[in-house]
C-alpha cells in the first residue's frame, strides 16, 4: 500500500528525516511511537503529501506519490491533523461536507450517496448534537471528534492519525479507536496513528515504528516490538508489562 525509499527532508540548519524506508501493508494498524521533536508528524505529513522537498521514493498504492493530484491523493488518504486550526467560524456540518470534496465532480450539489455517508459517521460518532454550532466556538476535544468525523466521511482507504485521540477522554478515545480498528478488519482500512500512548498502540496497533531522531531505530508486530528494552532505548524510560487476558498494557516509570 505505501513503501518508501530514502525518504530524507531538511530544513535549514537541520536534518529532520534522515533516511527513512518503510513497508505499510494493506488492512493493518500502524503506530508511530517516539520521542518529541523525533519527526513523527514530519514523516506522517511527508507521507500525506503535506510537506514538499523531500527526497527519495514514496510508493502509495504502486504509484508514486508526487503523481498524484491534490484531489486524487485525497481520495485515497484522509488526514486527521495534530492541531486543526481554523479562525473560520464554519458550522460542524460544513467541515463535515468538507470531507466529500474530493469525490465531487465540478459543480456538483452533495448526492444522496454523500448525504448517506455523511449521516452514518455523524450517528457513529454521536455528533448529531453538534451540527449546528460553530467550529471555533467547540472545546479541543469537540473540535477533535468532528475532524475525525471529517476524516472517515472521506472514506478513504488509508487513514492518518496524528495524536487524534490526544485531546479525547476515555469514552472517546477508546470509542474513536474501537471504530477505526473495525474498519480495519471489515474493511480493510490502512491506518497509520502516531501516539504518546503506549497503551493505545499496544490495544489497536498491527505494527508499531519506533522513530529516533528521525530515523527508524525498531519495527516490528506490536507485542514484541512494543517491549520494555525498546522502550527504554528509545524513550529512556523504564517500563513493565501487565497482562490481562488477551490485553497488554505498558506502565512506564522513571
Ligand atoms: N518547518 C520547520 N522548520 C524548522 N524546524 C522544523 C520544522 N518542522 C519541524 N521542525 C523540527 O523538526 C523536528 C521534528 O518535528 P516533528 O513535529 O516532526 O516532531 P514530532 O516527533 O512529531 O514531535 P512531537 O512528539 O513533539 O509532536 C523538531 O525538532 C521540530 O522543531
Known sequence: MIK???????VPG??????IDIKIEK??????LGPNGSGKTTLLDILAGIIEGWSGEIEVDGRE???????????????????????FPFSVEEVLEM???????????????????????????????????KITDLSGGERQRVVFGKALIQDTQLLFLDE????????????????????????GLTVISVFHDFNLASLYCDEVIF???????KSGETAHTLSPENIK??????????????????IPYM
Not at 459543480?107 to 449546528?132: A, H, N, R, T, W
Not at 485531546?167 to 474493511?187: F, G, I, M, Q, W
Open 164 to 187: 487524534s485521540t490526544s485531546n479525547l477522554d476515555p469514552y472517546y478515545a477508546h470509542s474513536l479507536l474501537t471504530k477505526v480498528r473495525s474498519r480495519v478488519e471489515e474493511r
Open 65 to 87: 506519490v508526487d503523481r498524484y493530484s491534490k484531489k486524487d491523493l485525497a481520495k485515497v488518504l484522509a488526514l486527521v491533523p495534530q492541531n486543526f486550526d481554523t479562525s
Open 233 to 250: 532505548y528509545v524513550f529512556n524510560v523504564n517500563s513493565r508489562i501487565m497482562e490481562d487476558e488477551d490485553k497488554k498494557f505498558v
Open 4 to 10: 518508501t525509499k530514502d525518504i530524507r527532508y531538511s
Open 99 to 133: 470531507g466529500r470534496y474530493p469525490h465531487k465532480k465540478k459543480f456538483s450539489y452533495g448526492s444522496k450517496g454523500d448525504k448517506k455517508i455523511i449521516d452514518d459517521v455523524v450517528e457513529e460518532l454521536e455528533l448529531q448534537d453538534m451540527l449546528k454550532k
Open 14 to 19: 537541520k536534518e529532520i528525516i534522515k533516511g
Open 27 to 32: 488492512g493493518k494498524f500502524y503506530g508511530i
Open 211 to 217: 522513530i529516533k531522531d528521525g530515523k527508524v531505530v
